[in-house]
């Protein structure tokens, strides 16, 4: 579904992504792994179109996308859940939603009623502002924002990062739920423990270069790259 070929991205003149490719296949959870300012963000910003790279090739479903709007990207099917949320403060949690949807079949993808059943404490608050929403539920309502969109490929940015480890159990269990309805997602994160339960593969970025990949259990079992690349 998704395969990314030898970008190069900078902001300004600071060149922040070497040589970086991945690859997702249709279906699956794949985890990008680093530490802070490793590059993670801007490497789903590039694959969103956010900070198009200067080289390199994002082929999505066989197009090659490099440089398109983030919006062009969206309609193909992308969906994002940024770092920072981006939640509508003076919006309530259902505004937030209604003004998302996008893509809706009757009886196939996702709505507000599949949307609430899929995170219950949503619909408890859904007449509250956005403002006022605790990190949790303000993680909940922007992966729920993301999935109204109706994505083939999501991109999920840090969505552990903040939370108490209270809810972070929480959004394991609901990104799980989510991973068995067969959804494509790239999962950019720094907490190992929790990544590696939720995805079938995975990238260890460090210093904007790939420097390793494979599988969850070949991840758990390389203590060395850990240390070299995850570790503070």
């Known amino acids: 579904m998704l395969d990314v070929k030898g970008i190069h ?7 922040i992504l ?23 963000s801007t490497t789903i910003k590039s694959i969103m179109g956010i900070a198009p790279p200067k080289q390199g090739r994002i082929i999505f479903k066989g197009e090659d996308v490099a440089g398109k709007k983030p919006f062009m990207l969206a309609r193909k ?9 981006r939640i509508f ?3 309530t949690v259902e505004e937030n939603l209604e003004i998302a949807i996008k893509g809706y079949v009757e009886g196939e993808g ?6 609430y059943d899929f995170f219950p404490a949503l619909k408890d608050i859904r007449h509250r502002r956005g403002g006022v929403l605790s990190g949790g539920e303000q993680k909940m309502l922007a992966i729920a924002r993301a999935l109204m969109g109706n994505p083939e490929l999501l991109l ?11 809810m972070v159990r929480v959004l394991e269990e609901q990104l799980m739920k989510l991973k068995k309805t067969g959804l494509t997602v790239l999962l950019a994160e720094q907490n190992l423990v ?18 390793y990949e494979g599988t969850v259990q070949e991840l758990r079992d390389n203590e060395e790259i850990q240390k070299q690349c995850l570790m503070v």
């Open 156 to 166: 999920l940015d840090e969505p552990t990062e903040g939370l108490a480890p209270v």
């Open 9 to 15: 991205t900078f902001y300004g003149l600071s060149h």
């Open 89 to 91: 403060a003076d919006l």
């Open 110 to 115: 996702w709505n507000k009623e599949r949307v």
């Open 194 to 211: 929790s990544t590696l339960k939720l995805s079938d593969r995975g990238y260890i970025i460090d210093n904007g270069r790939i420097r």
């Open 77 to 85: 099917g992308m969906g994002y859940d940024p770092d920072d949320r």
């Open 18 to 40: 070497f040589d970086v490719s991945l690859k997702i296949n249709a279906g699956e959870v794949v985890c990008l792994l680093g530490r802070n300012g490793a590059g993670k």
